[in-house]
């Protein structure tokens, strides 16, 4: 048995909200009428602010797509444990298969001469939001990934766009990161249908913006794209750039596997570590809020930075890098958490090294596609480290379990081996000092500037002060505190049974059922292929509550949380007993009720039915744990959690022979959801099966009095 949908209960989600298909024809006929909303004039290269801006939002909504791609994806497979016959799976490749499109001389010439409508294709996954289902999301997104790849990272063959358009790229990161750290997490294009078609409006505002910036106007009766470029800044080149690369010195295969492994591993923990703040500290048990502020600081510093070659090519700025990287891994979280702010500044500043190398010396469509084949093994590889039980045989599961480590030390690794001490004599001065440019790149200099203080006073700072009028406040929203009103429910991820984030859903289905006490299960989502989301940060900030995440996300565990409006006292996170399966979680903390009470709660998670071993050493160290609390004299306690036995089961046994007793022992039909109990009085337990397509699991809640 699995607590799990069948593979009618997929089809069924994946063909359902046929009602919502709608929504998206609106936003695809306004996208067709975009350039008939009239050209925004430039009047010449010193009104630069408007492209600079179109160019970085746009950016922006690149990578919200980036990231919402796997975990969009990963729904359908998790959902059912194994592959779908949709095959949704393989859209996660083909979206990054994009470059090969470069080999049709009509589509490099499009890049250069329809920069609007190219601008535009890759805003083809933010009306995603309004989808009919989940294949069609998945469909919509694939798309906007794929030419976002394609517009964006081509441009990187232009020695014209090349610095703009990777600054842009960084900055546009930074703004999702500060737009996450305001909305805890979630990613504000797809908060609500009426935001997202505001920034998908805006989003093609952006597009025809910047298909008037004179800096994409392209002269055709030139055959040089440099042709308004100083000689002497780089050697001139022809529109086939876009297709061969920089020079023949280095486009050889030598180069292309360097700087394609490079960049791949480059892009795989940039989207893993710097899209989202709390991913460092959820791996060393370290709360998002105040410690998320640091790594948005880290970012900005490695982004100023990351044009000082001399400081960024050095051995010694790579090795220190190598050795915070595993530091992290093993430090404690106080000295590890500066690691991980050394990690995060060194990935923000190899960006522009990267591109300048990668575009120089290496054949751009081989490149990118070799890159994004090493991006795509490794977010494999993460996958893998945690459900590699559940993955197809033969496919190294077993080898790649719990080696989440070993795979970001390697990667970071790679990323600094090919770039530090490389030659590239045309870029040595600092940010936008390209050699021989003269006073237009100084300007470009105080460009970058301004819009990243505009960036910080108009987003970042607005979302650290709107966290921090909430942050220290657990009064609870006014939920009574008379007694435990404890509930546990198997969250699945935040997913709800659309494959949308459900996580206000979540909430307010707490607030309505007056829990004050909260065990959730399969809660850790801080992995790319969850969207590095945080539904307990979220919570927290939302209900007003106390939290402890569990087990960080570095013990490789499926996650298992506590949310309480009691103080918690102390908090042990332990992972259970699992020799054949998936990483199975427990906390166990203290809860201070008020008038001298304590009462402790568990919480886990139990591994899988086929894993008897696993069960029954989990069940045994559960057991054990009661009767020393037993023996210690605490003999108040509530266990909420994920147990994988049927009622009267051994597992089941071992809790009643230990102490614990069944809130509802008449309940015959259940199998996952348990809630037991010591020294306190139950009333008015409850299942609640229906969740209004929140989740496809049911909530378990009761009332606990202490005598």
């Known amino acids: 048995k699995k607590c799990r949908g069948t593979m009618d209960d997929y089809k069924h989600r994946r063909d359902d909200y046929k009602g919502r298909a709608q929504y998206v024809v609106f936003p695809a006929f306004l996208s067709c009428l975009a350039p008939l909303l009239g050209p925004i004039q430039i009047a010449d290269s010193r009104h630069w602010m408007p492209g600079l801006v179109a160019e970085t939002f746009l950016c922006f909504l690149f990578w919200c797509q980036s990231t919402e791609l796997i975990p969009t994806i990963w729904f359908g497979p998790m959902s059912v444990l194994q592959a779908t016959d949709g095959g949704e799976e393989f859209y996660y490749a083909a979206a990054y298969a994009f470059p090969l499109l470069l080999l049709i001389p009509k589509v490099r010439e499009a890049l250069l001469t329809e920069t609007t409508w190219m601008y535009l294709a890759t805003l083809a996954g933010v009306p995603s939001y309004s989808a009919g289902s989940y294949h069609t999301r998945s469909v919509m997104i694939m798309f906007g990934v794929g030419f976002g790849v394609l517009v964006h990272f081509s441009q990187f063959w232009r020695p014209q766009r090349r610095e703009r358009g990777t600054i842009c790229l960084l900055f546009g990161l930074f703004v999702l990161v500060s737009t996450r750290f305001m909305f805890s997490t979630l990613t504000v294009v797809w908060i609500s249908r009426g935001l997202n078609w505001v920034f998908f409006l805006l989003g093609i505002i952006a597009a025809n913006v910047l298909g008037q910036d004179p800096e994409f106007q392209y002269d055709e009766s030139s055959t040089d794209i440099e042709a308004n470029k100083p000689a ?22 030598i180069g292309i596997l360097r700087f ?50 001399s400081l960024v090519r050095s051995s010694l700025w790579w090795g220190l890098a190598v050795l915070c990287g595993p530091a992290i891994l093993i430090l404690p979280p106080t000295y590890a958490i500066w690691c991980g702010y050394v990690v995060i500044i060194y990935l923000a500043s190899i ?124 009064d609870g929203n006014g939920v009574q505190k008379e007694y435990i009103r404890g509930m546990v429910w198997a969250i699945r991820f935040g997913y709800n049974n659309f494959g949308w984030v459900n996580f206000p859903e979540v909430a307010q289905k707490i607030k309505d059922i007056g829990a004050n006490t909260i065990g959730l299960v399969e809660s850790d989502m801080m992995r790319p292929f969850n969207g590095n989301r945080d539904m307990v940060e979220y919570l927290e900030e939302h209900l007003h509550m106390y939290s402890d995440y569990g087990p960080s996300t ?121 809630l037991f109990h010591m020294g306190m009085d139950i009333k008015n337990f409850r299942r609640i099966e229906m969740t209004e397509d929140i989740s496809d699991t049911e909530i378990q809640m009761a009332d606990f009095h202490w005598k």
């Open 260 to 309: 394609g492994v490079s960049f791949g591993c480059l892009q795989f923990l940039t989207q893993w570590f710097l899209s989202s703040h709390g991913v460092i500290p959820r791996w060393i048990d370290l709360d998002p809020f105040p410690y998320g502020i640091g790594m948005m600081i880290a970012m900005s510093i490695g982004i100023m930075i990351g044009h000082f070659e």
């Open 232 to 253: 002497s800044a780089e050697p001139t080149v022809s529109p086939d750039t876009i297709r061969t690369g920089w020079t023949a010195k280095y486009n050889s295969w």
């Open 351 to 474: 960006w522009p090294v990267a591109i300048i190398d990668m575009s120089r010396h290496a054949h751009v469509i081989p490149t990118l596609l070799l890159s994004f084949v090493v991006y795509f093994v490794t977010n494999i590889g993460v996958i893998w480290s945690i459900a590699w039980c559940f993955v197809p045989p033969g496919t190294g599961g077993p080898f790649m379990r719990q080696r989440v480590g070993q795979l970001f030390t390697m990667s970071l690794l790679t990323v600094g081996f090919s770039y530090f001490k490389s030659s590239s004599p045309h870029y040595k001065r600092g940010v936008g000092a390209v050699k021989g440019a003269g006073s237009n790149n100084r300007l470009l200099s105080r460009q970058f500037i301004t819009l990243f203080f505009l960036i910080l006073v108009c987003v970042t700072v607005p979302a650290i002060l709107k966290r921090g009028v909430s942050y220290g406040n657990v």
């Open 554 to 674: 570095m013990n490789d565990t499926w996650g298992c949380a506590l949310l309480s409006v009691f103080p918690i006292l102390r908090a042990d996170r332990y992972n259970q007993p699992s020799p054949d399966g998936e990483i199975a979680c427990l906390i166990d903390a203290s809860l201070d009720v008020g008038g001298g009470e304590v009462v402790d709660v568990i919480v886990t998670h139990f591994g899988n039915t086929e894993h008897y071993r696993d069960r029954d050493l989990q069940a045994r160290a559960v057991a054990e744990r009661v009767e020393a609390k037993k023996a210690q004299g605490q003999d108040k306690v509530v266990w909420l959690g994920y147990l994988t036995d049927r009622p009267g089961g051994p597992n089941y046994s071992k809790f009643i022979a230990a102490g614990l007793e069944d809130v509802s022992p008449e309940e015959d039909e259940r199998y996952c959801l348990y």
